[in-house]
């Protein structure tokens, strides 16, 4: 049973434009976010995070909304650079109800066309 | 970048055979982690520790096992291993739970 999802395995856009990433949960008890992005033979890095408190988060070009009423957050880059092309995978956990272990998608592989 | 090592980075063993992988950290985090990352799974959590000597399962803690003696390090062991067992395995560390947690590099293991 996959509590986050990423239905979109890959997206291409082209540089200079706007790379919207989508992510779905199912579990209501999630309340804190984050993304993390991975190059090849690399592990993850952190990138930007929000909790439930919030809708929205920014982090320069890296913007995460929160729609909590439909479960569902996104992550917006904002113009995108060839070295954004990466996986990216978000992640949820429920610190508030005892649970911090991180429960990851199944990430989406970005490519930024030149 | 949080200082975080894994060894060996690639290992290439036999089915039953017994395998060790190591994670190593200069942060004197608390919470150290283990995953393994597959196509169409995302990374999934084997075994976290919250301590020396403390330590718990994960969603796919079946035929692993670890330790931590040291603040510093956290063994991953594949008891006998399997194919299935073929994965990229990544360590992580988080200052407290619920904390970002930062990773390692990985290491690319292939069971035969």
């Known amino acids: 049973d996959q509590q986050v999802k990423q239905n979109s395995p890959s997206l291409s856009v082209q540089e200079g434009r706007i790379s919207i990433l989508n992510c779905d949960y199912t579990?209501?008890?999630?309340?804190?976010f984050l993304w993390y992005k991975k190059y090849p033979a690399e592990g993850p890095t952190f990138l930007i995070s929000?909790?439930?408190?919030?809708d929205k988060n920014e982090d320069g070009r890296f913007t995460v909304f929160l729609n909590k009423s439909a479960k569902h957050l996104s992550l917006h880059i904002v113009p995108s650079q060839p070295g954004d092309s990466a996986v990216y995978f978000c992640a949820a956990s429920a610190p508030l109800f005892g649970n911090e272990k991180l429960t990851f998608g199944t990430g989406t592989r970005l490519t930024i066309i030149p | 970048d949080a200082g975080i090592t894994q060894s060996p980075r690639h290992k290439v063993t036999e089915t039953g055979t017994p395998v060790t992988l190591r994670c190593h950290q200069t942060e004197n985090h608390r919470y150290m982690y283990w995953y393994r990352q597959d196509p169409g799974h995302g990374l999934r959590l084997i075994h976290y520790s919250y301590g020396v000597k403390d330590t718990d399962k994960g969603e796919v803690s079946d035929g692993y096992s670890v330790s931590r003696s040291k603040t510093e390090d956290f063994l991953l062991t594949l008891e006998s291993a399997t194919s299935s067992q073929t994965s990229v395995y990544f360590c992580?560390?988080?200052?407290?739970?619920?904390?970002?947690?930062?990773f390692g590099p990985g290491t690319r293991l292939l069971v035969l």
């Open positions: 579990n209501s008890m999630f309340d804190y």
């Open positions: 992580a560390i988080s200052e407290d739970p619920g904390e970002t947690q930062y």
């Open positions: 929000i909790s439930s408190i919030k």
